[in-house]
């Protein structure tokens, strides 16, 4: 055991260089840098750039060395904890990203334990009913769910709540809180602005969900050992739960790693369509502002915790199967 | 053999003559000799749903050939009298007396206050829509020139089904060129996809080793950034002044590019398996290169598999334009797609005001569920002996 776990931390490191050389790339392939739209911008206004300074800026942050030399001076100040500077807020990208990788983190957090809640109970009905109209109704609005792009639900959702509850559903809280520090009136707020955001980004993975969790349990349905339990004289309920509900568990927990980009994707567009203060609209923002560093931070910091979900799965499923444990790698 | 004569035993024997080719058509019923590809259509077919979805993606991707004559106008047409209209009712009967479909004439009045336009129906002027008629004038493919159209407005009428844009366009005709570019968008993506997936996928399973680690690497990368970063990342890279058409090109390609890693993931996993069968073995004994044992003795046998995965992933590619689109990263405006028509309905205003700007939403949901629901069947089909 240890040694698979020992294993699979050594597989992380170049998992992680190939990443941060991926980032890399995508901050840098676009061509120009942020300093030459900035200064087309300032011309475009009629005023004239400080050339001084931002010469400075650029010795400053090595934009005149060579790109590998760039990238090993990022990953070496990354690794110090120093993520660099965002030149569009002129402010060092840790005071920058602040609270929101926190509400990023929040939400997400929320969205997948709402997932979880509402998908569990359907996919059991659905399997366990497959083929009543209630397996096919679930089954259409779920994949109705999965069609509907997200912006034009957050949309539409926008306008329903404004006009059958007369409020504005945008932002994460009320406006008066941004930059204020916590508190338990801010939490409140957070808490009452939440659900909006928790149910658009969650349709989409709770289909996707849902699917998974009804064909996972049929296929071990029919597997003998359910057959002797309920010979056995077990309550069905009891055996479902049991075994085949347990086993089932393994595709489940082999998608922990997996879910985080998948629902940060999704709530990219959401956020943007509803102004909501996370990561998603600063990260595109930065992304089409060639903001390099902030772009690069946000970058690093998601795919980090993707690797860690992925590590964390890994380990969780080789202590319940033995199976891929002795293997030595995912059988998925 | 065919001369059997009855014999004087009691056993019946039929006094027909034989007929070898019979009896092999009988055992055939039985599906034990039917060719891998019947035995998928027979299952298939069985599911009623995926039939129907199947038969309405055909209809689908074979009207985008004939837009030009489905759509009343052109995808560019503006009606400068009709800017925001909302969708016109279609008629059979007027004041009880059967006309045939009739749409009434409007008259527009601007409100001063507001500044909306309002449109009201004058039921005196009835303009009966005509079939095939001559109507805007279109090269078709951009190669022929042609006028045609399955309905038309009455003459100096109009007839907006689904209303129209900021610009007098008609909402129906846009949405049907759109389907031209929506519909292919998925089908190039999924061939890039599925090429780059087999061949390192299969390259992966078959050789396992360092190349399999590489792969595996590559692929949990991929999979670890959210791909709107990549998708923005590559989009910003194509040049700004490459035609919407060569950009159009380079949407499905990104697309492409980025979705290879799931089926090379399946691709292996089924090539770890068969790669130990003994007809593999075979192969090998007699020379056989892995590029041909792969393609030609492999690949064959989920191909069936890779298929329903692919038609899966094609509502993502569709899915995946929108988004593109909405961020101003996708289709450019000249060419129009579901996307292109959704970023017109991207302020709450538009929802509440011209909420039949959202129409192309119908048909994104529409296609996405009939791939599903058809992925699914073709899923359930591609293991016959199951």
């Known amino acids: ?332 | 053999m065919s001369d059997r004569t009855p014999s004087s035993s009691t056993h019946f024997v039929s006094g027909a003559p034989f007929d070898p080719y019979l009896v092999e058509a009988d055992n055939d019923r039985g599906g034990s000799h039917a060719s891998q590809l019947r035995l998928t259509w027979w299952r298939f077919r069985r599911h009623k749903l995926a039939l129907i979805s199947a038969i309405l993606l055909l209809a689908a991707y074979l009207a985008i050939i004939v837009i030009e004559f489905l759509a009343p106008y052109n995808v560019a047409t503006r009606n400068v009298d009709n800017i925001y209209a909302p969708p016109q009712q279609v008629h059979l009967f007027h004041e009880g007396a059967f006309v045939g479909p009739f749409v009434y004439g409007r008259t527009m009045t601007l409100d001063m206050k507001t500044l909306r336009r309002n449109y009201t129906d004058d039921t005196a002027d009835i303009q009966k829509l005509r079939f095939f008629c001559r109507g805007d004038g279109y090269r078709f493919w951009n190669m022929v020139e042609g006028n045609l159209h399955l309905v038309c407005p009455a003459e100096d009428g109009e007839f907006f089904l689904l209303g129209t844009d900021r610009l007098g366009r008609d909402v129906l005709s846009r949405i049907l060129y759109g389907a031209r570019i929506s519909l292919t968008i998925g089908l190039l993506g999924v061939m890039t996809s599925f090429v780059l997936g087999i061949v390192i996928g299969g390259l992966a399973g078959y050789w396992g080793g360092w190349f399999d680690m590489a792969v595996q690497r590559v692929t949990e990368v991929l999979q670890s950034i959210p791909s709107i970063p990549l998708w923005l990342a590559m989009a910003a890279i194509m040049p700004a002044d490459w035609s919407p058409l060569v950009v159009y090109l380079g949407i499905t390609f990104i697309l492409g590019l980025l979705d290879w890693t799931g089926l090379a993931r399946a691709v292996r996993s089924k090539l770890l398996a068969l790669r130990e069968e003994d007809y593999v073995l075979a192969a090998q004994m007699m020379g056989a290169k892995s590029p041909r044992i792969i393609g030609r003795h492999l690949v064959p046998g989920f191909m069936s598999h890779l298929i329903a995965s692919a038609t899966l992933t094609i509502p993502g590619m569709i899915l995946g334009e929108t988004t593109l689109s909405f961020l101003g990263l996708g289709i450019r405006p000249p060419i129009t797609s579901w996307g292109v028509l959704l970023t017109e309905a991207r302020t709450v205003n538009v929802v509440a005001l011209y909420p039949w700007l959202l129409f192309p939403v119908i048909p994104v949901i529409v296609i996405i569920l009939a791939f599903n629901f058809m992925g699914d069947g073709l899923r359930d089909a591609a293991d016959p002996y199951n």
């Open chain 1, 1 to 332: 055991m240890l040694r698979y776990i020992l294993w699979r931390i050594a597989v992380m490191i170049p998992t992680l260089i190939m990443i941060s050389m991926l980032v890399f790339t995508i901050i840098e392939l676009p061509p120009g840098d942020f300093f030459e739209s900035y200064v087309e911008e300032l011309r475009a206004i009629g005023e004239k750039a400080d050339t001084q300074e931002i010469e400075d800026l650029k010795a400053r942050y090595g934009f005149d060395k060579p790109a590998p030399l760039r990238y090993f001076d990022w990953v070496a100040n990354f690794v110090r904890g120093d993520f660099g500077y965002s030149f569009e807020y002129r402010m060092p990208v840790a005071d920058v990203v602040g609270d929101r990788v926190w509400l990023t983190v929040l939400v997400s957090t929320v969205t997948i334990i709402v997932t979880w809640l509402i998908a569990f109970p359907i996919g059991i009905y659905s399997a366990t009913h497959k083929y009543s109209w209630g397996d096919y109704g679930l089954t259409l609005v779920g994949l109705i769910g999965i069609a509907v792009p997200n912006f034009i639900l957050a949309l539409v959702m926008m306008y329903f709540a404004n006009i059958w509850f007369g409020t504005s559903i945008g932002h994460l809280m009320e406006p008066s809180f941004i930059n204020e520090p916590m508190s338990w009136a801010k939490l409140k707020s957070i808490l009452e602005h939440l659900w909006i955001p928790v149910i658009i980004i969650g349709t989409a993975g709770t289909a996707g969900m849902v699917r998974r969790v009804r064909a996972n349990l049929l296929d071990e349905m029919h597997k003998q050992y359910v057959t002797t339990a309920r010979a056995k004289g077990l309550h069905p309920f009891r055996t479902l739960m049991k075994y085949p509900f347990r086993m089932s568990l393994n595709f489940f927990i082999s998608d922990i790693g997996s879910i985080l980009p998948s629902i940060i994707s999704g709530a990219e567009i959401t956020a943007v369509v509803l102004s909501l203060e996370t990561t998603g609209p600063m990260l595109i923002r930065a992304l089409q502002n060639q903001d390099m560093y902030l772009a690069g931070s946000f970058l690093m910091f998601l795919a980090i915790l993707t690797v860690i979900g992925v590590l964390v799965s890994d380990i969780a499923l080789a202590i319940l199967d033995p199976r891929i444990r002795l293997q030595g790698g995912r059988t998925k």
